[in-house]
């Protein structure tokens, strides 16, 4: 909502406004109290545009240090980025802050439109004429960014432009944020409170060394949507806002976890032009069969009653928005638009059924449901090959099994093995015996150039009507590598981004970090480790 920035004139009492921190603080608390009974801590995510005059404040709120009152430890935030701001980046210019009540339309504008407004605006904050204004250095505002980004973990970047131009629903509203992990852009207002309903499917059970099994795939995705907007109707909604919108729009959204499984049946390294052209591969089938799911769906069901007038309703797929987003841009701009199946005849059948449903795709976390399911999480990298899982029963040591598989195809599997990966936490980089293909296949996502994942995933958003859960590794961050890194996510069209995960300069402690759902290492040898009968002795047969 549009909250007044600090130093903001009240006419009521004739004060002044203290920003958008104090409010952000009161959110702050409210998740702290709602925690299900002490069960589930309560989560929500802040989301600001890169404009505000509160913007630096904003950045300042997961630091540790500073006033406690205008800090909030317990909630997530990120920032909403404009492309004009990532353009006056690029050419090292100054950018402005406003406060929202003296530039009403900026916070519902996006593309050409927001940048010549936002230019308006700043030639009346020349003249005097706008008030409660700040000029800094874009590049200066950005390193702050991406400072705190390391520091704390916060603000995430996302970008506005992106998600609003080739939003499905732009006819419809605008999309002013995302959601807590950063894959849903949908449309919210006043009077409406986006909801997306989510499902993934498990890629590694629709591939086989052949390739992607379609037949299977088609099937699943055929359900999975059938499904998905049955939820719709028989849904609890607490508020009518959130009812209202769902009906009114019915989205969903389709994702995929276990792409590293299906990366290593396809014996792929993550790091490979290879990986990134599989990504692309079977983003496309998915995007392919649940946006064809849906058009089915429409001529049996009819189409969502805002359907006129989206980008669907005049033949503009996915795909196709790509080219939006280029002629808005003009520059800065670089995603692949190839292709492989047919789309032309999709097109000419969602020109006779439309479609069931405003958005079809979006790539959540799957944190929980992909740890029931045996398979690695979304479209993230093995996060170790070795690592302590604990639960009620106790604590057991897990090893990556396609990594074992491996090792005794090569015979290599044996005691000393067993003993070096302990050692090394997992990994195969250090142990010489290993041959190099298998250290390029067996790498862990801090082992992984980040950069590597930003390619796959900008191969996978251009079939995405919304977004990916997209988190960023990074041994040892600096400036300069971070700056690289998010501005190439920015260039590769990449609507949002998620955590970025880092190394502690220190040991990383030997323990499960149960705040975060991932695994820690295992102990050191010689520690008092508990060690529960497993794949990880090489003589035991019933572990084998």
């Not at 079977?282 to 989206?310: F, K, N």
């Not at 979304?378 to 491996?406: H, W």
Request: include cysteine.
């Amino acid at each position: 909502m549009p909250v007044r920035g600090l130093g903001a004139h009240i006419k009521g009492t004739n004060g002044e406004s203290q920003g958008v921190v104090p409010f952000l603080k009161v959110a702050n608390d409210t998740a702290v109290a709602v925690n299900q009974g002490g069960k589930r801590k309560g989560a929500m995510c802040a989301y600001l545009e890169t404009w505000h005059v509160d913007i630096e404040e904003f950045l300042e709120l997961r630091k540790n240090t500073g006033d406690d009152r205008r800090r909030t430890h317990d909630m997530n935030t990120a920032n909403w980025i404009p492309d004009l701001f990532m353009e006056r980046v690029a050419k090292e210019e100054s950018w402005t802050l406003f406060s929202p009540e003296e530039v009403p339309d900026l916070h519902d504008l996006y593309g050409q439109a927001f940048k010549e407004k936002y230019e308006e605006y700043e030639q009346l904050a020349a003249a005097g004429k706008i008030k409660n204004t700040k000029v800094v250095q874009a590049n200066d505002l950005w390193k702050k960014m991406l400072g705190m980004l390391f520091e704390t973990g916060h603000p995430w970047i996302t970008f506005k432009d992106p998600c609003n131009i080739r939003s499905p629903q732009r006819h419809a509203g605008v999309v002013h944020s995302s959601n807590l992990c950063t894959e849903i852009t949908l449309n919210t207002s006043d009077d409406e409170i986006a909801v997306c309903n989510l499902g993934s499917v498990n890629l590694p059970h629709h591939i086989t060394e052949d390739g992607i099994d379609h037949k299977k795939l088609e099937k699943t995705i055929t359900t999975a949507m059938r499904m998905l907007d049955n939820v719709i109707d028989y849904n609890f909604y607490s508020v009518p806002q959130a009812r209202r919108s769902n009906l009114k729009h019915r989205p969903v959204g389709l994702g995929l976890m276990g792409f590293q499984d299906a990366l290593y049946t396809q014996n792929l390294a993550y790091a490979s032009e290879a990986a990134v052209q599989f990504a692309d591969e079977t983003m496309e089938a998915v995007s392919y069969y649940a946006i064809q799911a849906s058009s089915d769906l429409a001529a049996e069901r009819g189409t969502y009653p805002s359907y006129e007038g989206s980008l669907w309703s005049q033949g503009v797929l996915p795909i196709d928005s790509v080219e939006l987003l280029k002629q808005e841009r003009g520059q800065f701009i670089e995603q692949d638009q190839s292709s492989t199946m047919d789309w032309n005849s999709l097109r000419d059948k969602i020109k006779t059924q439309g479609m069931r449903n405003s958005n079809t795709m979006a790539i959540a976390p799957t944190a929980t449901i992909s740890n029931i399911s045996g398979v690695s999480q979304s479209v993230e990298p093995v996060y170790q090959n070795l690592f302590v899982k604990s639960n009620l029963s106790g604590e057991f040591t897990i090893i990556n099994p396609y990594l074992v598989e491996d090792l005794k195809a090569l015979d290599l599997w044996d005691d000393v093995m067993v003993n070096d990966l302990k050692y090394f936490d997992g990994s195969v980089q250090p142990i010489d015996r290993v041959p190099d293909d298998l250290k390029a296949k067996y790498a862990t996502a801090f082992e992984v150039d980040s950069r590597w994942l930003v390619e796959a995933a900008s191969r996978r958003q251009k079939w995405i009507d919304q977004g990916q859960s997209l988190n960023l590794y990074m041994v040892e961050p600096s400036g300069k590598k971070l700056d690289s890194l998010y501005k190439l996510a920015w260039v590769r069209g990449l609507k949002t981004t998620y955590y970025l995960r880092s190394v502690g300069a220190t040991h990383v402690e030997k323990s499960v970090d149960s705040s975060s759902n991932q695994a820690a290492p295992v102990e050191q040898p010689g520690s008092a480790a508990p060690m529960a009968c497993s794949i990880l002795d090489p003589d035991c047969e019933a572990c084998q």
